[in-house]
C-alpha cells in the first residue's frame, strides 16, 4: 500500500524568509500526482501545488516550489517569502493514475513568526 | 461561488443516533468524495462517486453510507454513531484535469468540514 511520510511535525520559519517542508512517499507504480494542500485554521483545505510523476520539471506557483525527487520518492514543498497567511498545517498527498484514492501525510504544522 | 457546501458544520450525538452530513457543489464536478480526520492525522477516504448513481467505497467505509441521486449532492449517512465515528467530515469535489485520461490528476475543492462529536 502507498504511504505518505511527512517527517517534521511543526516547522517555524520567520515572515519573509525561506522553509522547505519534507515528504517522503512509498510506491512501486509510475503513473501517480503528487500535492501539498494547506489546511489553515479555518480547517478548509486548499491546493497549493500538483506535481504530475511524468514531468521532471519541478512546478511552481508563485511563491511556492517543490523539489521532486522521483528516484528518492522525495517531494518537498518550499515556501519563499513566508508570509503571516501561510501559517497552517501542510499536508503532502499521493495519488496513483487512474484512482481515486488521494493518501495524506499525518501534517506538518507551520507557524510564521513576525 | 459557493463551491462545496457542507452542513451541519458542528454536531453532537449520542451513541446509537442515526444522521445525515449534507454535502453539495454547484461546480458541475462530476467527481465527490468524503473523508474524515482524526486528530493530528491527514485525511482519510471513506466513500466516494464518479457520477450521479454512482458510488464507491474508500479506504473506511465502515458505519456510513452515501448515495448520489444528483450530480450536486453527495450525502453521508451515519446509521449507528459510535464514539469511533468522533471526527472531521470533509467532502470535496474535483473534475478531470485538462489534457490527461487519468483522474490521478484531479484536483480537489473541498468543502468547510463538519466537526462530529459522539458521546
Known amino acids: 500500500a502507498q504511504t505518505v511520510t511527512q517527517s517534521q511535525p511543526e516547522m517555524s520559519v520567520q515572515e519573509a524568509e525561506t522553509v522547505t517542508l519534507s515528504c517522503t512517499y512509498d510506491t512501486s507504480e509510475s503513473d501517480y500526482y503528487l500535492f501539498w494542500y494547506k489546511q489553515p485554521p479555518s480547517r478548509q483545505m486548499i491546493l497549493v501545488i500538483r506535481q504530475e510523476a511524468y514531468k521532471q520539471q519541478n512546478a511552481t506557483e508563485n511563491r511556492f516550489s517543490v523539489n521532486f525527487q522521483k528516484a528518492a520518492k522525495s517531494f518537498s514543498l518550499k515556501i519563499s517569502d513566508s508570509q503571516l497567511g501561510d501559517a497552517a498545517m501542510y499536508f503532502c498527498a499521493y495519488r496513483e493514475g487512474g484512482s481515486e484514492k488521494l493518501v495524506f501525510g499525518k501534517g506538518t504544522k507551520l507557524t510564521v513568526n513576525p | 461561488n459557493a463551491g462545496v457546501t457542507q452542513t451541519p458544520k458542528f454536531r453532537i450525538l449520542k451513541i446509537g443516533q442515526s444522521m445525515t452530513l449534507q454535502c453539495t457543489q454547484d461546480?458541475?464536478?462530476?467527481?465527490m468524495y468524503w473523508y474524515r480526520q482524526d486528530p493530528g492525522m491527514g485525511l482519510k477516504l471513506i466513500y466516494y462517486s464518479v457520477g450521479a448513481g454512482i458510488t464507491d467505497k474508500g479506504e473506511v467505509p465502515n458505519g456510513y453510507n452515501v448515495s448520489r441521486s444528483t450530480t450536486e449532492d453527495f450525502p453521508l449517512r451515519l446509521e449507528l454513531a459510535a464514539p469511533s465515528q468522533t471526527s472531521v467530515y470533509f467532502c470535496?469535489?474535483?473534475?478531470?484535469?485538462?489534457?490527461?485520461?487519468?483522474?490521478?490528476?484531479?484536483?480537489?475543492?473541498f468543502g468547510a468540514g463538519s466537526r462530529l462529536t459522539v458521546l
Open positions: 461546480m458541475n464536478h462530476n467527481y
Open positions: 470535496a469535489s474535483s473534475y478531470l484535469f485538462q489534457g490527461t485520461a487519468s483522474s490521478g490528476a484531479n484536483v480537489l475543492t
